[in-house]
């Protein structure tokens, strides 16, 4: 199970927001560049990148940042989401050395774009999907629809999406253990492969993660936890290395 460190980007800056709240932030770096190399050296071998403005925006904001860390580390592969709403904006970050895209809202708003993507960009779209009590959230987590995860899950499947982020706003940023249960239920209900995201705290979550891993979950996002110290990310990944596999 890979551990993969989030950067969050907010006017260019590495902040983490609070049940994605934008005016509920805590600033980490303004050296955006320098945290992807810390993370690098630490051993990750995959990055999330939000662009946080551009997901309430819709359409990109950081572009310039993100572009600079793709080029930094071109064998690393890396995902990006945040105001991805048309094919032009998901092909020019792919064009920069982003290796998955991920489409959250617009998947939810306009779901033959995901099929088109998926069509054009074979094995580099992922979907996002952020969850309140197990129904989706859209525009920045603003809007909470009528849609079942799982149900979403499902459609974006056969679209043959390559992964699905499956995050629990709930406990996103807020340092209180990912919601296991339901990842693992998403997870076992999907031959997708699904990526935990949302209150990693500590070394026991990834403990935690690993011993429901077997379900489909192939890997875990974590934020807060790494910046303020409260999980060692190296000792985290040795970790999931050890109890089930990379």
């Known amino acids: 199970m890979l551990l993969i460190p989030a950067i969050d980007l907010k006017n260019g800056r590495c902040v983490r927001l609070r049940q994605g709240r934008m005016d509920d932030e805590t600033i980490f770096s303004d050296d955006p560049l320098e945290v992807a190399g810390r993370w690098v050296e630490a051993g990750a071998r995959r990055l999330h990148l939000v662009d946080l403005n551009g997901a309430f925006a819709g359409k990109p904001v950081n572009g310039d940042v993100i572009s600079q860390i793709a080029a930094a580390f071109p064998e690393l592969p890396i995902q990006v989401g945040g105001g991805i709403r048309d094919e032009e904006t998901l092909a020019a970050y792919l ?87 339901a990842t693992a239920a998403l997870a076992g209900s999907i031959t997708t492969p699904v990526i935990a995201s949302g209150g990693i705290t500590d070394i026991e979550d990834i403990s935690a993660l690993c011993e429901v891993a077997s379900s489909g979950i192939m890997g875990a996002i974590t934020g807060r936890a790494i910046y303020e110290g409260t999980l060692d990310f190296a000792q985290g990944q040795k970790l999931a290395d050890r109890l089930c596999g990379s």
């Open 95 to 181: 064009t920069v050395g982003v290796k998955y895209v991920i489409i959250g809202t617009q998947a939810v708003k306009e779901p033959a774009f995901v099929s088109q993507a998926c069509r054009n960009f074979p094995g580099q779209v992922i979907v996002g999907l952020d969850a309140v009590n197990g129904m989706v959230a859209i525009d920045g987590w603003a809007t909470v629809t009528e849609h079942p995860v799982t149900e979403l899950s499902k459609r974006f499947e056969q679209d043959g999406v390559s992964a699905i982020v499956y995050t629990d706003i709930g406990r996103d940023g807020m340092l209180t253990g990912p919601n296991v249960a």
